[in-house]
């Protein structure tokens, strides 16, 4: 690593509780200049709340996570940490934008909300949570990649003010549906969502009323494309492959089999050979993962504007901000580079949040949090109580942030269903502990999975097989099964295949 990046890298390692005390005094200094419109926020007595969802960004890809790669800079997250809670073991309960995304507005599980895949709309009838914030009272916006039904980028129940885009969107020059009117802007999409978001708050809203903003970055979305200012920032620093990426028989002797042959799938790292997808060239992996780190590293920035516009207005003190990915991505581990299994890179995602004056700075919450947990979570930080007809999965973890003692899951359920579109990853039902994760595979002639990630974090030794945990596996199954039966899961949901198909493999040499 050159002299340049091993400063870059030492913001967040070294200098990490050094930065949190100058932050800190920045913030007290910031709190006596007090705007007008803050004041009339405090007085409503309602908390603002400011969700921040980004796509495919992991867990790990974080500066001040000591697995992240040393050259990443994410100085805004770092401080969001240090200032703020991190929220350590958060996972989805699906790991795909569209049901993941649901599963946030809805507070349910997949077989619940039934959005299964990426291609089709919410059900008719869907009801988000934004849709009780505003019968409390609070004004919404929804500024960014929605993502239910790839054609549709219509405004949705529960948001005054709405700014997105159909499907996936574009990296540059978006074309954005703003309360149904159509404009396309120039520039970066990170950008240009985050002027939205900031314009927005400025002069979009009423400043007597408390407000929801959700932000909803594209970004870090395959194919990665940072922004022109900071491709080739981490040109010369060096790559550290992970050690499940080679395809040795050490790694896949007890994986089951599906595992390896999704290498040479369109999600796997020996399909990087063929040149392209989906008619885009594919660069080599070290230049791909360079470019997710700079695709993060601008995430970043723009998530710093927003924290700077809250702090300099005061809006801060009254103001809940949430940080998190929509589902994680495995950059070589296991051969992939994806999501959609249960492996721990693709199921965790960073989460972070910060309120000064709720939030004891430097707080780390431990216990397992999910994507389902968000909805009844923001609910009761704006006093809202998620109503029984919601009928919500998961629970909130506001007393968890404040340090309070709460009785808590010491579980997650997971669960995926088969693509057409994308074959290659069966359906996976599974179930993780704090130690023991088991893992259901459906619909292929193929072993489970079980891993000890005390021991085996990175799960490379399979324990399906291994007799002195016959018992743990089975307890797990029954366990998981029975979660899953009483809450109405489908072994297979009925879905007309949708969309395209694309050539999923290559020719093995």
Partial sequence: MDKDNSQRASFSRRNFLASACRGGAALALLGTGRSLQAARRDRSGK??????????????????????PEFLETPNMDRMAQQGAHLANAFVSTSLCSPS????????????????????????????FPQYLQKAGYQTAF???????????????GFDYWASFKG????????????????????YTTDVLTDQALGWLKKGRDADKPFFLYL????????????????????????????????????????????????????????????????????????????????????????????????????????????????????????????????????????????????????????????IDIAPTLLTAAGVQPPKAAKMDGKSFLPLLQGKSAKWRDHILYEYYWEWNFPATPTVFAIRGDRYKYIFYHGVWDHDGFYDLQTDPHERH?????????????????????????????????????GERLDQRKNRR
């Fill in 47 to 68: 908390r603002n709340i400011v969700f921040v969802l980004s796509d495919d960004h992991r867990y790990d890809f974080m500066g001040f996570m000591p697995e992240s």
């Fill in 101 to 128: 995304r649901a599963s946030i507005l809805t507070g349910q599980y997949m077989h619940h909300h039934r959005i299964a895949d990426n291609q089709r709309p919410e059900p008719a009838g869907t009801v988000f």
């Fill in 143 to 157: 500024i960014g990649k929605w993502h239910m039904g790839h054609d549709h980028d219509a405004p949705r129940p």
């Fill in 168 to 187: 996936q969107g574009t990296y540059f020059n978006p074309i954005l549906n703003i309360n149904n009117k159509r404009r396309t802007f120039e520039g």
């Fill in 216 to 371: 909803s970055f594209k970004a870090v979305h395959y194919p990665f494309q940072p922004a022109d200012r900071y491709r080739g920032r981490y040109a010369k620093d060096k790559v550290e492959r992970p050690e499940t990426m080679a395809n040795t028989e050490r790694n896949y002797q007890t994986q089951p089999h599906w595992v390896r042959e999704r290498r040479y799938s369109i999600h796997g790292v020996d399909h990087m050979e063929t040149g392209q997808y989906d008619n885009d060239p594919v660069p080599s992996f070290d230049e791909l993962y360079k470019q997710y780190c700079e695709t993060v590293h601008g995430l970043d920035e723009n998530l710093g504007r927003v924290l700077k516009y809250l702090d300099e207005t005061g809006l801060s003190k009254s103001t809940l901000v949430v940080y998190m990915g929509d589902n994680g991505f495995e950059l070589g581990e296991h051969g992939f580079y994806d999501k959609r299994d249960a492996f721990e890179e693709s199921i965790r995602v960073p989460m972070l949040a910060y309120a000064p004056g709720m939030i004891r700075p430097g707080t780390k919450v431990t216990q397992m949090v999910q994507n």
């Fill in 462 to 498: 399979n324990l399906i097989n291994v007799p002195a945990y016959a018992e743990q596996i089975e307890a797990m199954k029954k366990q998981l099964f029975d979660e899953l039966e009483a809450s109405g899961a489908l072994d297979i949901p009925v879905r007309r295949p949708l």
